[in-house]
């Protein structure tokens, strides 16, 4: 597809539950990040990749949280015990180089019960 | 670590007239401005953006002004129109190390 691809794009898991969000980015895309998104406030950075190394993980709220992009392209964005919290719109964007200009996906609407 | 405040959070214009939102940033070392518009349950898109080594940017409706002795950036959209409804949110990214910092919003109504 022509943009950044997101999936699912809802999820509904029980507290403790491991989740798992995938990001199929634009291809030809070098970088990709994740940010988290709470209602009524602007994304917040989690991490960013440049291909498929983890340049920096310092938005990531725990050690619960976990993201990897094996080969430079497909990242997935992992959630083990899930707590309530966690309840977010999560954005991935890519770009070609660097951290501009980044193109969004649709995002994940994570909800935990 | 960089904070960007964002103003005014809500704003209702009425067709044809302009709207401004406007962002400030602490961080020197930011360097790259974007604006995105983001529709209810889509993701953001950008409409604009600016880098440091320029004042103004403009795209037809759209413009951006950067100040960087006040550190602070505006977007400004000429001729609204009601499909111009959204939430903008601002950026400051400094591309040399850091991370983009997002405003936490404007939602723009136009009404027709």
């Known amino acids: 597809g022509a943009g950044v691809s997101q999936s699912p794009r809802y999820k509904v898991a029980k507290r403790g539950q491991d989740v798992a969000l995938r990001c199929d980015p634009i291809?030809?895309?070098?970088?990709l990040f994740w940010y988290q998104q709470a209602l009524g406030q602007g994304p917040e950075f989690l991490t960013y990749?440049?291909?498929?190394?983890?340049?920096?993980k310092s938005g990531l709220p725990s050690d619960r949280f976990f993201a990897e992009r094996p080969e430079g392209s497909v990242s997935t964005l992992k959630i083990q015990r899930t707590q309530q919290e966690d309840s977010a719109v999560y954005l991935c964007a890519s770009s070609y180089a660097g951290f501009q200009p980044q193109h969004f996906g649709d995002g994940t609407r994570l909800s935990i019960l | 670590g960089e904070n960007v405040e964002q103003h005014p959070s809500t704003l209702s214009v009425q067709e044809g007239d302009s709207a401004v939102i406007k962002c400030t940033y602490s961080?020197?070392?930011?360097?790259?401005f974007p604006w995105y518009k983001q529709e209810l349950g889509k993701g953001p898109q950008l409409i604009i953006d600016?880098?440091?080594?320029?004042g103004e940017k403009k795209d037809q409706r759209i413009a951006v002004t950067l100040n960087k002795t006040a550190k602070h950036f505006s977007l400004h959209i000429t001729e609204t129109q009601p499909e111009d409804s959204a939430v903008y949110f601002c950026a400051a990214t400094n591309t040399n190390a850091g991370k983009s910092t997002f405003g936490d919003g404007t939602t723009l109504t136009v009404k027709p």
């Open positions: 600016i880098r440091s080594n320029v």
């Open positions: 291809s030809g895309h070098v970088s």
């Open positions: 961080d020197s070392a930011s360097n790259y």
């Open positions: 990749f440049q291909n498929e190394a983890q340049l920096d």
